[in-house]
């Protein structure tokens, strides 16, 4: 059957009258509809409510070693908070602090040490008359908001099926001292679900930079976030830190991760992993602003989770929950978009989104009309630096929070604001 693009004008003006008549039916249902932000649904963060009793005496609130949690001490976290996040973290417990409730705020306070004071002797980055930093894109709209806070130039690096284009990564760092960092997400990386395949890891470690303090900036969200089960079909990411050792760069990299999408965001713990030399800068430039975190709530994650057999018990429930949502967006862009041509998508096998590439100029317009229509999604260039996709194409779709309904409904939305977005296009031409 032949693409839009390859039908006649009259063909495309009967389809559009067809769209047409149906989403006037769409507007006329009055739909209220959120895929804006990757969100768990209400039943996810019911899995979770046994952590809220889980300290409830004062006993309960004595660490292992004896420490009372509801008073001051602890700066970089109980110990075994540690070990519970190093099984998230890839890491050893020593080379871990654990923070509050975001990875956002330690990888926020981690780029304003390095503006501030440089990292392990290195000259202060907000000396430099240009800060720079690459941004694999489509990414995390919410990294490039740090860098853009900061005044940092962005450089967008086109990401590949494993992770960022390492070429033009490897030809940028190699000449401009510069350029500071590279925003990761690893593993099912939003909003493409990418995991980065380990030779790709390897030259991120290994890649000659002419920043000596060039920091990779490790965010390993979804580290434990598969939608299946089997060992088979899990991705599997490489250490990050275990490749800088091995390349002789130990203290490239920064690692995060938290819980928010395991039990409570907003009310999880957090954690950044790094070199011993790292992390003890980070523990003196830290103990100024704190004297440390929710002790009491790292104890509530330690006895509800316990320990990596524990989370990954927790985190099938959590697949089981999501698994049907992901399938269902993939089955309903196959069945409503396989004779439009020009569109693709990805189907991960875990993480918070699929990312969608619409013909080039409708991104805008998709989204436009499905707001109109009572389905709030990711704005259209979210995904890219400074919100500027030249492309105009790349949409994030963010299935976890509405129940599988509602999901079945705004997808049906999509599709037809994509069909009908497409074929505008294709007429103006």
Not at 186 to 192: A, F, Q, T
């Amino acid at each position: 059957m032949p693409t839009y693009a390859q039908r006649e004008k009259d063909e495309l003006r009967a389809l559009k009258a067809q769209l047409d008549e149906e989403y006037a039916g769409i507007l006329a249902k009055g739909l209220s509809l959120n895929m804006a932000r990757g969100k768990p649904g209400a039943d996810q963060l019911d899995l979770s409510m046994p952590l809220l009793t889980a300290v409830v005496t004062a006993e309960d609130c004595r660490a292992e070693d004896g420490t009372d949690c509801r008073n001051y001490g602890v700066l970089d976290g109980l110990p075994e908070a540690k070990r519970f996040l190093a099984a998230m973290l890839d890491d050893e417990a020593d080379n871990i602090i654990i923070g509050g409730n975001s990875s956002l705020t330690l990888m926020y306070e981690a780029v304003a040490r390095c503006l501030d004071f440089g990292t392990l002797g290195s000259k202060p980055w907000c000396q430099y008359e240009t800060v720079k930093w690459l941004c694999p894109t489509p990414g995390y709209d919410r990294h490039f908001g740090i860098t853009e806070a900061f005044g940092i130039q962005m450089i967008p690096v086109p990401m590949t099926e494993g992770g960022p284009d390492m070429d033009e990564v490897e030809r940028l760092v190699a000449d401009d001292a510069s350029i500071k960092g590279i925003w990761c997400v690893p593993k099912y990386s939003n909003p493409g679900g990418v995991t980065y395949a380990d030779e790709v890891v390897r030259r991120l470690a290994s890649m000659p930079c002419a920043a000596e303090d060039f920091r990779i900036f490790w965010d390993n969200a979804y580290c434990v976030h598969h939608l299946y089960d089997e060992a088979t079909e899990q991705d599997q990411l490489l250490d990050i830190a275990t490749a800088c050792r091995e390349a002789n760069n130990p203290h490239r990299c920064f690692k995060f991760a938290s819980t928010s999408k395991v039990t409570h965001p907003g009310a999880g713990i957090s954690g950044i992993a790094a070199s011993p030399e790292n992390i003890a800068e980070i523990r003196q430039r830290m103990g100024v602003g704190t004297i440390g975190y929710d002790k009491i709530n790292q104890l509530r994650h330690v006895k509800f989770l316990k320990d990596a057999e524990g989370l990954a018990r927790h985190m099938s429930q959590h697949a089981a929950i999501l698994r049907p949502k992901f399938e269902l967006v993939v089955r309903k862009l196959e069945e409503g978009l396989s004779d439009v041509g020009d569109c693709s998508w990805s189907n991960p096998r875990g993480g918070y989104f699929v990312s969608f590439d619409a013909p080039e100029g409708t991104a805008k317009r998709i989204v436009g009309l499905a707001k109109e229509a009572g389905v709030i999604m990711t704005g259209a260039g979210a995904t890219w630096p400074y919100k500027q996709d030249p492309t105009d194409s790349n949409i994030r779709i963010a299935p976890t929070l509405p129940p599988l309904a509602e999901l079945e409904a705004a997808m049906d939305v999509f599709v037809c604001c994509v069909k009908l977005a497409w074929i505008e296009k294709l007429l103006e031409a």
